[in-house]
C-alpha cells in the first residue's frame, strides 16, 4: 500500500510540474522575472514536497517488502522444524533459496524472539525441535554427553561439540 502512494505522488509531481511549466510558458502577458520566480514557486512549494513524499513512501514500501519476505521465511523454517521435529541446515537453505549466515541469523531472531526452542548441532547442520521443559533440565549434550555451558541469552552451547541449545 505503501509503494503505491509513492508511486501516485510521484506520478503527481510529474503531473503537476509539467501543467505548471505548460501553463507558465504560456502565459503571454507574463515577464521573464515572472517566469522565473513562478518556475522556482512551482518546484519549491509544489512538486519539490510531492516528489520527496513520493520518494519516501516507495522506500519504506520496499523496506516493509522486504520485512515480510524475512517473516515469511522465519515461518518457513518454524514450520519445517515443528512439522518434521528435526530439519537438515542445507535442507532449509536450499528450501529458503539463500544461504548458511543468513539461515543462521534467521534462527537466532527466532531464539531471540522467543518462538523457538529446540538445539542445532551446526558441525551436523541438524535443527532439532524439543520441549521448553526438557531443556531446562539439559546438563549434558545430547550429541556428545559434554557438561553444557550457558552461551548468551536463551542459548546453551557444547563447548566440545558445538551443539547449541535454545530456550524459550
Known sequence: MTRTVGIILIVAAVVVGLAGVVWLLSEGSMTGGGRALGLVLLFVVLVGPLAAAGVIALTRGRKEIAEQAAAANQRKILDMVKTRGQVNISDVIIELQSDMPTVQD????????????????????????????????????????????LAGKGVIKCPYCGTEYFLP
Open 106 to 149: 534467521m534462527i537466532y531472531r527466532l531464539v531471540g524472539m522467543g518462538v523457538f526452542s529446540g538445539y542445532i548441532n551446526w558441525d551436523e547442520g541438524t535443527l532439532y525441535s524439543a520441549e521448553a521443559a526438557s531443556l531446562r533440565e539439559l546438563q549434558n549434550c545430547r550429541n556428545c554427553g559434554g557438561e553444557l555451558s
